[in-house]
Structures are given as C-alpha cells and as structure tokens.
C-alpha cells in the first residue's frame, strides 16, 4: 500500500469536536478499504492567506494514511460533497515524517518564544554619521519656493 500525506482546511464555524469527528469519519473511510492512518494532527484555527469560500480562517488537520489508491478516491469524493471542508490536499510520500510534522515544531518555538526576539540590551551605536544634529542645517527644496522665496 501507498503512504500519503493528507491535510484538509474545515470552517472556523465550526468546532473543535466537530473537526475531531470528520476526522474519524474520514478514518473509517480509509479502514473499510483495508488502510489505516498513522497519525492524526490537528493544528488549530489559522488565517488563510485569502479568503476561500467568505472563510478568512479555517481549521487545519493533517493525517498519514497507508491505504490502497481506491481508499483515497471515496476519501475525497466524501470531503468534496461536505460543506464544510473548505479545501484538501493529498500527496503521495517516499516514506511518512516521524515525530512531529514542521507546523507543530513551529507552534512550540512560537510557544518558548525562540523565533524573532531581539537581544536585550543597549541600543546600537549609530552609523558613522553620527547623531542626525551632526549633518548640519536643511536647505530649502527649490520646488518648495513661492513668488517672495519663502517655502
């Protein structure tokens, strides 16, 4: 049998146990074709880049499944008819990805705050410019000046 990686976009209407339960409906799709999904991650409510179906934010799930190319089929037949799958992917692998996939390493750097701080400490020296009163007095643009000269 065939490894995929298989990830849906659900409404945000929607709730959290709504989206476990089309999860499991979606995973005994798969069983009745003999196929079992090894690993099942829900990434939470995130923004879309652009709205898809008047939706600016949805419900990512990923799922590894190991079954037959038919399993699929009826999979995505299923998701197609339910209103409230906004989008699917499915993407045939080598092999699956263990441990976490590289959303949830994502989501706990952003938790221990690891990505984007700046050292603490004292302000950087300026350029070798110096400080801005160094640079002497500003002149008039000559597009500015009016008939007596005055901008």
Do not use: C
Request: aromatic residues 6%; glycine residues 8%; without cysteine.
């Amino acid at each position: 049998m065939a490894l995929y990686e298989h990830v849906y976009l659900a409404r945000q209407d929607i709730s959290a146990q709504q989206v476990e339960a089309l999860t499991e409906q979606l995973k005994s799709v798969i069983e009745s074709f003999q196929g079992k999904v090894t690993k099942v991650e829900y990434w939470g409510v995130k923004s879309l880049a652009y709205r898809i179906k008047k939706n600016r934010k949805a419900h990512f799930s990923l799922l590894n499944i190991e079954a037959p190319a038919a399993a699929l089929t009826e999979m995505e037949r299923q998701m197609g008819i339910n209103e409230d799958v906004l989008r699917f992917m499915t993407l045939r692998v080598e092999e699956h990805e263990q441990g976490p996939s590289a959303m949830m390493r994502k989501r706990d750097d952003d938790d221990r705050g690891e990505r984007g701080e700046r050292p603490r400490g004292p302000r950087p020296e300026r350029g070798e410019r110096g400080e801005r009163g160094e640079r002497g007095p500003r002149r008039p643009r000559e597009d500015n000046i009016g008939e007596e000269g005055l901008y």
